[in-house]
């Protein structure tokens, strides 16, 4: 099989049939590409394990098109909720509310709860209009991967394995949905992404932080809780501390004979006389930084270097985000 790609001139049609038709279609969001299948169909989920070779008991989130879709998988949902939707939908933030069983069993992994997201992208939004059933649907790359971008990178990894892709353009925010059960009065963040931490104390004033981000139990609420991803092709090593701390990192690894790739910020690169180097963006806005992270994980391959040496971020706002899907993707922290 030979993955389509259809483009924005072709129109979506196409997608909206493969979609009906039980199939696998790669489409933009505001955050990564994503690979959608009828949330309702087990068969159609089953595609995107199959295709990502996805562990089966890792849920997938649903993507809806509008607010009143929600009650086509969901029994209820708090009043918590209610305040993250009103405040962040259309966006990057996912919630998790009780599932009224009506998506696949392989949606949920068998879970009572179900994690549901309207996009902020027009292309995605028109799309889960068009097919008209809710839409399960993870990043479109190979399990434990990092995550697609672009149209292209969902291609390098899937072509054949998938019907079609939509080709949208890159997309924007660069990482995840932030994840946060709302089945609580209090919200708890199960996985942070494009809305931060602060963005929800705004709204709520407290928030926690589910402890099992940094070692998930053995059955995960939440995608990205519990295996490794993100990893690029070669291994990463992170550097924490400041920047003369890197410059002798790197210049020791070099002088080991190793083949060392670098991604680093703009103002970590503008100290360092070195090739091949991938800047991610500034330090100073964590949100370009998080915008270039996975198209720098996967800017090396393992025909040129032996590893790769990125610098560390502070963990707030986006920095969170960055550093959660950074410390998943990495072999070694050089402390």
Not at 65 to 72: F, M, N, T
Not at 88 to 117: C, K, M
Not at 231 to 250: I, K, M, S, Y
Not at 288 to 305: C, M, P, Q
């Amino acid at each position: 099989m030979r993955t389509k790609i259809w483009t924005m001139e072709e129109g979506l049609s196409g997608a909206v049939e493969a979609l009906r038709q039980k199939e696998t279609v790669a489409f933009p969001t505001e955050t990564v590409y994503g690979l959608g299948a009828d949330a309702t169909s087990e068969e159609a989920v089953s595609k995107i394990f199959k295709a990502k070779g996805r562990p089966a008991d890792n849920p997938l989130i649903v993507h809806i098109g509008e607010r009143s879709q929600l009650s086509a998988i969901a029994s209820s949902w708090s009043e918590t909720a209610e305040k993250c939707m009103d405040a962040f939908w259309p966006g990057p933030l996912t919630v998790i509310v009780p599932s009224n069983h009506e998506a696949a069993p392989n949606v949920t992994s068998n879970l009572d709860t179900i994690g549901v997201r309207m996009p902020d992208h027009p292309v995605a939004l028109e799309l889960l209009s068009k097919a008209g059933v809710p839409i399960a649907a993870p990043s479109a790359n190979s399990s434990g991967k990092p995550s697609p971008t672009t149209a292209g990178h969902v291609y390098e990894d899937l072509n054949g394995k998938i019907t079609g892709i939509v080709d949208g353009g890159p997309t924007g925010v660069g990482v995840e949905s932030t994840v946060v059960d709302c089945t609580s009065e209090v919200p708890v963040i199960l996985r942070p992404g494009g809305i931060t931490k602060e963005d929800l104390e705004r709204v709520f004033g407290e928030v926690q932080v589910d402890p099992a981000l940094e070692g998930a139990g053995d059955r995960p609420k939440s995608p990205g809780m519990k295996y490794r991803h993100y990893a690029p092709d070669v291994p990463l090593w992170l550097v924490e501390g400041d920047d003369g701390r890197f410059v002798t990192a790197l210049k020791y690894y070099k002088e080991e004979e190793k083949k060392i790739g670098v991604i680093a910020s703009r103002e970590l690169a503008r100290k360092l006389d070195h090739e091949p180097l991938v800047e991610c963006g500034s330090r100073e806005d964590m949100g370009e930084v998080a915008g270039g992270l996975y198209s720098a994980l996967r800017s090396f391959s393992d025909t040129e270097i032996d590893l790769i040496l990125c610098e560390t971020f502070k963990e707030a706002g986006m920095g969170t985000a960055v550093m959660n899907r950074l410390r998943k993707a990495a072999d070694h922290t050089v402390v």
